[in-house]
């Protein structure tokens, strides 16, 4: 009696971690030439991150995704779908950011 014989097939569904968050939720390009990239951190943010797990990036890509209101340093708040690479860095931001950093020691 001979053994039947499985044909290996090997099974590729495309999963979500074969995607970035990139391709599935593609940043708008901005139109308003006055709109400013915001630079948020966690600690401001714990609605989105209450285990404070997250870095800046991840915290902003789940607001993305989950349509959450991000908090910036300058207080600003909004739910992010424009591209920052795109967008002149908020200058408020940017000094308490710099503040921070000297505080840090970094
Ligand atoms: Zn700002």
């Not at 404070?52 to 910036?72: C, F």
């Not at 600003?76 to 690479?85: E, G, S």
Request: proline share 10%; hydrophobic share 35%.
């Amino acid at each position: 009696m001979s053994t039947p014989v499985f044909e290996q097939t090997q099974v590729t569904n495309p999963t979500y971690d074969d995607f970035t968050i990139e391709d599935l939720f593609p940043y708008e390009e901005p139109t308003d030439k006055n709109t400013r990239a915001h630079i948020v951190n966690p600690p401001m943010n714990k609605h989105i991150d209450p285990k404070q797990e997250m870095n800046p990036q991840d915290i902003v890509d789940t607001a993305r995704l989950q349509r959450l209101e991000l908090v910036a340093l300058c207080g600003y708040k909004w739910v992010p779908k424009l591209n920052p690479d795109k967008l002149d860095v908020c200058p408020a931001c940017m000094k308490i950011a710099e503040q921070l950093m000297a505080e840090n020691g970094e």
